[in-house]
């Protein structure tokens, strides 16, 4: 029987890894455009998942078929969706924009849970949520609340926050998996799905002239690929949807707002960016919430 322990582990690296493509994504993305990107990345995921996985697929057939529905679902959000409008997004708005919006997908998923499976909303679960918030907000705007008054508000944030909106949905409905569903087949489904759903708008972007891009694309950038393709894009998914199956999709999705504090820490250890006092006080707030977010589990392990 797995324990909230291994739940949590598996939510702390799949943020690890997505904080990684946060920053990775930043970069790579003014080179590439989201369809040719995101493709770029789940094909290949696809490719390996079915190669390890496909003997598992077969006696999972009469699962899938009854849940096609759910996995097309959540394949269409966190395969296509989620991934496309962020890097559409961040073409145009800064990477401070849209790591706010980010940061409100605990907040969302709360209200979503709320509305679709009418789960109580505790108080120390809401404050810990509007905590962490308060600690990645303060992190994004590098310790001075009055930079968020220059914030300029355009299509790359409308794109943005779709982003953020359809992860919230995600993590709201993922908890609808069925538990004789193993995790390997059933992120091997969302992202096969996800990747034949997507591939129309790959082959027209192809038709239009943007598969040249492969050839202009460095060994710096292919490495960036390569980690795209393993990292937030397999291990996150396996990782993320197995802590929260455990720990729940509100306490689960709470580990969103370490998204871009892991961001903000791989910047600082690969980019050799400065270590400021505000990254101290806003990851101590970051992980206070967390902490009461979760509280609960761990006080009914106790008892």
């Keep these: 029987m797995p324990t909230a322990l291994y739940g949590y582990l598996g939510l702390i690296f799949a943020a690890l890894f997505w904080g990684g493509n946060f920053m990775f994504g930043k970069i ?19 490719i390996i998942l079915l190669l390890l996985f496909h003997r598992r697929l077969k006696p999972a057939l009469p699962l899938i078929r009854k849940y096609w529905r759910l996995l097309t679902a959540l394949g269409i959000l966190g395969i296509i969706f989620f991934p496309v409008f962020l890097y559409q ?7 401070l924009n849209a790591s706010i919006y980010l940061a409100a997908v605990p907040m969302a998923t709360l209200l979503i849970n709320r509305l679709l499976f ?30 968020i008054l220059h914030l300029n508000i355009n299509n790359g944030d409308m794109w943005a926050i779709g982003s953020a909106l359809s992860w919230a949905v995600y993590c709201s409905i993922v908890r609808l998996k069925p538990p004789q569903l193993t995790n390997s087949v059933f992120v091997t489904s969302l992202v096969t799905i996800g990747v034949i759903l997507f591939t129309p708008l790959y082959l027209y972007a192809v038709i239009q002239g943007e598969g040249a891009v492969y050839a202009k694309l460095d060994g710096y950038q292919w490495w960036i690929m390569l980690y795209l393709v393993v990292f937030p894009s397999i291990l996150s998914y396996v990782f993320w949807n197995y802590g929260i199956t455990i720990v729940g999709s509100a306490k689960g999705a709470s580990f969103t707002n370490a998204v871009p504090l892991f961001a903000a820490i791989l910047s600082i250890v690969v980019l050799r960016e400065p270590i400021r006092p505000y990254h101290l006080i806003s990851s101590l707030l ?3 919430g967390l902490l009461l977010c979760n509280r609960k589990v761990r006080s009914r392990q106790q008892q």
């Design 28 to 46: 790579i993305s003014s080179d590439i455009s989201p369809i040719m990107l995101n493709f770029s990345r789940w094909f290949p995921a696809a």
């Design 89 to 95: 997004g961040l073409q145009t708005t800064t990477a």
């Design 118 to 147: 009418h789960d109580a909303v505790r108080p120390p679960m809401l404050f810990g949520a509007i905590l962490s918030f308060i600690g990645v907000l303060y992190l994004l705007v590098q310790g001075e609340f009055g930079n």
């Design 286 to 288: 970051i992980i206070a």
